[in-house]
């Protein structure tokens, strides 16, 4: 398993070549049809499972969706 690394421990870089601005809003774009896609191939029971008492992966999709509104103009 990947570590994952602490949200606030990140780091952004905002010096990508300007030749990775359309590549990267592609894979943004087509993020929802992603997860739906690998939604339907786990049962509903892993869906809402927390782990840890971390999130589970049915409310990091529904965080994803209350951004969703900031990034309509793109």
Do not use: Y
Request: net charge negative; with cysteine; charged share 25%.
């Amino acid at each position: 398993m990947i570590p994952q690394t602490a949200w606030l421990d990140r780091k952004f870089v905002f010096d990508l070549p300007i030749g990775a601005f359309l590549p990267l809003l592609e894979r943004l774009c087509g993020t929802p049809a992603r997860a739906k896609e690998l939604g339907a191939r786990v049962p509903e029971h892993m869906l809402v499972t927390r782990v840890n008492d971390k999130w589970s992966a049915k409310e990091h999709l529904g965080h994803l969706v209350d951004l969703e509104p900031p990034d309509d103009g793109v």
